[in-house]
């Protein structure tokens, strides 16, 4: 998936957001620097999220070795609950907490789309 076609996909999100009364804000240089830096910052009706954005052309997608844990720190320091939020072509955006990603026997993070079906919430779910 190409960055441009990534962060088409974030701004969509950002606007989902924001129609429904939250205040996202897009991360700059997330992902290019060893600080932790989400995709996506979201507060609204008391609920903070630090959202980590992924749209996929396949069915899974595995993380780099840290990605996960960067999210998790951030949102540890921020006080925000750590989301992944991974868009499936032709099939829509799912939302999970990390203990619901998957976890390779290397102890590599990983969602795939019957894992995000099982594990994942929908939009509306996310923003109750």
Wanted: positive net charge; contains cysteine.
């Amino acid at each position: 998936m190409s960055k441009r076609k990534g962060t088409r996909y974030e701004r969509e999100l950002f606007h989902m957001f924001y129609k429904k009364g939250f205040m996202p804000v897009r991360a700059a240089g997330s992902g290019s620097t060893p600080i932790p830096n989400p995709d996506l910052i979201v507060g609204g009706n008391k609920k903070y999220l630090a959202i980590e954005c992924k749209a996929l052309k396949g069915n899974s997608k595995y993380f780099k070795e840290n990605e996960i844990e960067l999210l998790e720190e951030f949102s540890n320091r921020f006080g925000a609950e750590a989301i992944v939020a991974v868009r499936f072509d032709n099939r829509g955006w799912f939302f999970l907490k990390i203990n619901k990603l998957g976890k390779s026997k290397k102890g590599t993070y990983f969602v795939s789309y019957d894992l995000a079906v099982k594990n994942g919430l929908k939009f509306e779910d996310i923003i109750k």
